[in-house]
């Protein structure tokens, strides 16, 4: 039976995100396990910290998690699914939300490397495969910059260098998982004679003359996640190791499918902050003894929208599985297949999350309003998904009732 | 490849209610297709005048769709599946709420019996395959009576009528498709001489001296239903015409599991209105050229509202179709996880359902707001979910709320 | 103390809409509540057949309360403030919405009309005195014409008639109170020689030759307003019975204070039916003993929410009241402060109004499903607010959005 | 003109809790207002390093803003109603919360003392207007600890000393504005001979042997407000320092007065807050130039439910008001009177608060997660006032129930 009979034999079991529908994503699963208490118990104080969960990091990569993703013709453990690699985030989100969002980083990288392995035009399969063996041996760990610096106003540009390479300059932030980042993906603007100019992604490695990573991630929420601007003063970059992508400023409704699949797992995180969130409070209030009229109630709707949170997340991932390697048809049709469930899905989870967490603080009370509680993070970082491309609500609005419509519009 | 298997394969590509998951399915959906004009068509006039549209399930029945669940041994089509039976629901409510819920109720009865043949004790058996061949054939409809008639008080009981059969008497209330029956499943307290009394199903044809069916259904919305109180008067049943059930007053939590095959259909039903509604408005919207700023932004949250009433849906549909032939295991658990998830979903489609009703109403405007608009009927349509048993909400709250802590309460 | 400060001394014991703030306010408290159980003895026949309640009307003029809003001058009872006549208003809906809404339309006229009266140029005054005058005699009934016949898709127009009046042809549509009109106030575009067009007002008196009212009301709810279509062919209009308005297209935004005046009064219409639903259901819930916890939950929700619509409606009647005789100052900015918290108000009172009537059917269950269930038409009766100008849910946003970044854009 | 009439005279123009309704009020806002630049400018700081205000408080102290609500024979300002003091804490609270709710401590204290004054018997009169007089000479400041410390499980309580003096021990958790405390009320249980024993109240100078105010306040929010945990071992406490009240374990209807008054004024506080988050985000937006449809209709929808936020408290505090210094009737029902607006406007504002705050952060996007931006101090700080006490959630449910079904239950 192939891979994808056996997920779709497996998808009956799991329409709510629970279990695995891949041998590889429950072999992911059990090599996640043992590292939960580890993950869980230092939670608090990185949060409180601001630190990089640097041990846990270690200890995964040790055990092979960093190349769950990766092919295992170059190495890694060949989860292949999006709907496996959310669930395995959602386990290590009910432990600590930013170390789920680092790992996000890597695996989901990991799965657009893959495609771009095996569907580019050769240079491209080139590179990706370098650098997923690379990841596969559990060497690289490799950050994505996406959005440049917006205090700065700079922007990262590539310049040739004369010699067939090119000169990269600027700076990225939000960029998680930075602190343990071997290889940066670096999205930039290449600046040559061609018109309209390209853009591109630069791998860059972390000991690159005149690149930076920066210590100064201090968010409301995901405070362990290292999502630090890392900044880039003319660094070299050899011919080979940038992936050339499409004009700026033209649509490519196909490239919603690779912008999707970079970002849907965290679908999974939100889950399990939220499941998370629910769990500590239906505990705490169980051991209270007969609940009120209140908490009963409470419960009961907290407990059906985390069952919609959970569904619409699984099926949205589902969605994007059944087309993940399915390269034959309209490509510009199977962008907006893959987008719009994702964006139905995160408005839904971006709505019912924080309100369910929020509901959760209401029956612990007061106890959860200290800054060390483990509900006060939580609602810290259920926020983040909020902020997360693809899309802003307001780019989500124009995309989803463009869909409506019949129009590409985002 | 057996059914499950099937069902397992399918599953992949339906985690939001849209394709069926067996070929009995998609059978019966072809089935039903041609006949979708002619119940939209008279969708209106019978809800106007409260009239069931006889002529829709003639003809109906003459395609064999009011036997599509009974088994193929007994002459039927075979669908056995409650994701099948819903999404060919969906598509009948989305040209005629009322009729959709007429034919749930034959078409989850034959579930329920089929169960009752394959599992239940030797007469019970023998009457649930008698009643399910007489389905099969075309010849059988068989509306349910499960509420006694508030109005009036009494309780339907069945007496012994001292050779061998039993005497019923009292009413019952809200019997959608009365109308069209030819036999009644009527639940009833049988009054003899064991103590606790014990519930029971009689078997009642329309024909049976004493036994009135009512005209007077006339609904907020569903309309068309034919949801009319029938009542009994000392009619005679043979002994062999009634199901036994458990003691009264006995919670029985393997029972859920039969309820929640009886009702979890409609979740279907419901789908189907809003996604009627939304339909019907952005179609409207879409011909009024650029949209403002509060239209675009209502459609999108529509569809992503929906987007999680068709998945919260499935998954629920999905979690019941896991269990529905699995009896070897503990029936209590097995009643608690098949209405554990209908019960969320539930409370979720009755949340975001008539809340995305009521957006579309916005979107449209007053024209929307006339008694013959498809949308005012939708309106009040969708508003009957939340009365359906089981539960209300407060039932619902006491049962979510139990089994987050451990507890059977309802 | 003259009006103002006794407006003024008694707000403050009526921040949530209960007690009237002027000593006509009570009057005419006093002249309606001997009316009240007709009223609602009539509402569920008027609601099922979609009559008007002629008798309800006729006993209504007796009692001078149709000529309340005109001054004592011109033989009213003189109340004159949109707090006093919304609390009126909100006892009628709380008794019958569709008669509370007809009133509405006889009120608030009277009280536009006195402003025209006050401050208009002379033959605005001279008209607008006179329509008064009968107004406040308990003769003339003054249904307004607002919106053209969308389906026949012609524009009401005044063409000159050459003898120095007009010929008044097209149609208006929600003409509610038609059935008892005698003089009705028809918005119509002037096409005369000047460019661009002017606005224009038309007086019409019933028996007008060429007039027809039309007895096709036919609504989801508010079924016994009469708000019937009006058509006119060729209606000749004396010169002086049309007022002149601005030219047509120009934004005129000290309009706007007219246009609120016209409509603010319905915030009591629509907390009359909230407050309606919310009695019949509490009743009903306390009538069956010791409550679940879900309906404890709903019973305290309800009313937090109902309490933030009496609050918020009458936050926005004293806003207006405060302006609704000052003309000293910026009338464009006099404009703005009364539609922004009227549009303010009746987003809140769209969003919550309908949610707490929800919830009441949900209360009470099953038996509010019946078409004739009180609950079953407030669920309906409800919804038509979202539905009245202005504004639109489109229009308000753009005009609210806009008044947030200090644009005026409707 | 006395001062009700005062009150009454301005209500009108201030049902949006946007204008002081006393000459007093308006002293107060303006002795405030100089100092919000200092308040505004050190919030970040002190929210980030969970320091106390002291300079600021100072400050205000040395200007008698903390005798602001002291009878003005007593030395104070005499802002005697809470409409007016809402509205001073709004401006501080747009200014930085923690410092808002430390200053409600004080002035409301006052409040509550200015009753015992006023209508107190002998001893309590005494104390009372000891204690009024020290804090209208801006000598004390008074904060009151109400809740024990939960985590060592130890009561607050009063011990006879034996020479008519007490000893107080036990401790108090979440006493805001203790670092700057120079006289605190300590809310205890006296164990004497008499049974049921009493509850009381000590006033407890901060030089006191055995009293301990800790440092140990570190919350998700309100992390200046100094809402640290005090102990007391064996503290003597004379005979006149204590006021004497009600058996423990009774309900006291009457004394849901002094709770309302107590904690009434933290409406303006988070009313304050969610203002100011919409300011930020409207200001933000606004300079993007033309908002895209998201945008545009979040900040419409923020608007109008800002708008029912400050009707809701604006009513809640007027319907305080018209009783405060009304003690000529029924006492219980004046308790239910006060505090059933008052947590119909906390549910309201506990709602409707969060929501406005969340869709803030929305509209400015990914800047406003970093832990410095002002509205991730707003996303946390808005959050406290669900756990401000009278009452819980549950407890409002149990509370507001019983009230609409004509039971005392709290």
């Known amino acids: 039976m192939n891979a994808m009979s056996t997920i779709q034999r497996n998808h009956i079991s799991d329409s709510r995100l629970t279990e695995p529908v891949t041998p590889q994503g429950r072999a992911l699963l059990d090599l996640i396990s043992p590292h939960l208490p580890q993950i869980r118990a230092g939670a608090a104080d990185n949060d409180r910290n601001g630190t990089f969960p640097v041990e846990s990091f270690e200890a995964l990569r040790e055990d092979g998690v ?22 395995a985030l959602l386990h290590v989100a009910q432990a600590d939300g930013s170390t789920a969002l680092a790992l996000h980083m890597q695996l989901s990288r990991a799965l657009t490397l893959t495609y771009d392995w095996a569907y580019g035009p050769p240079a491209t399969r080139a590179l990706a495969g370098r650098l997923l063996k690379s990841m596969g041996s559990g060497e690289a760990v490799v950050p ?3 959005k440049d610096i917006p205090r700065n106003g700079v922007r990262t540009v590539l310049t040739p260098d004369g010699a067939g390479g090119w000169l990269l300059s600027g700076g990225k932030t939000l960029v998680s998982l930075a602190p343990m980042g071997t290889d940066f993906v670096v999205f930039a603007v290449m600046e040559g004679d061609e018109k309209p ?16 990573v920066l210590d100064n991630w201090d968010g409301l929420g995901m405070r362990a996640s290292g999502s630090v601007d890392i900044v880039f003063d003319n660094c070299r970059v050899p011919g080979d190791s940038v992936f050339h992508r499409g004009p700026i400023g033209q649509q490519d409704v196909a490239a919603l499918a690779g912008m999707t699949v970079s970002s849907i797992n965290m679908l999974g995180i939100y889950t399990g902050l939220v499941q ?16 009120p009229a209140g908490v009963s109630t409470l419960v009961a709707e907290i407990d059906a929208r985390l069952f919609a949170v959970r569904s619409t997340a699984a099926a949205a991932l589902a969605a994007v599985d059944r087309l993940l390697f399915d390269v034959g048809g309209d490509m510009a049709e199977r962008g907006r297949r893959m987008m719009t469930p ?25 106890a959860s309003y200290s800054a060390r509680h483990p509900l006060a993070r939580l609602y810290r970082d259920v926020r983040a998904f909020a902020f997360m491309h693809p899309f802003t609500y307001a780019n989500a609005v124009d995309y989803l009732s463009g869909q409506a419509f019949g129009r590409d519009l985002f």
């Open 66 to 87: 960093l190349g769950a993703t990766v092919p295992t013709e170059l190495g890694g453990l060949g989860v292949q699914c999006v709907h496996d690699v959310a669930l």
């Open 144 to 146: 994505t910059g996406v």
């Open 342 to 366: 994702f964006q139905h899905a995160k408005l839904v989870v971006n709505r019912l999350g924080p309100e369910i967490v929020n509901d959760c603080l209401v029956l612990v009370g007061g």
């Open 276 to 291: 998370a969130a629910r769990d500590i409070a239906v505990e705490t209030v169980a051991r209270r003894g007969s609940p």
């Open 197 to 212: 100019a390209r853009q591109a992604a630069a791998v860059l490695p972390r000991e690159t003359p005149g690149f930076t």
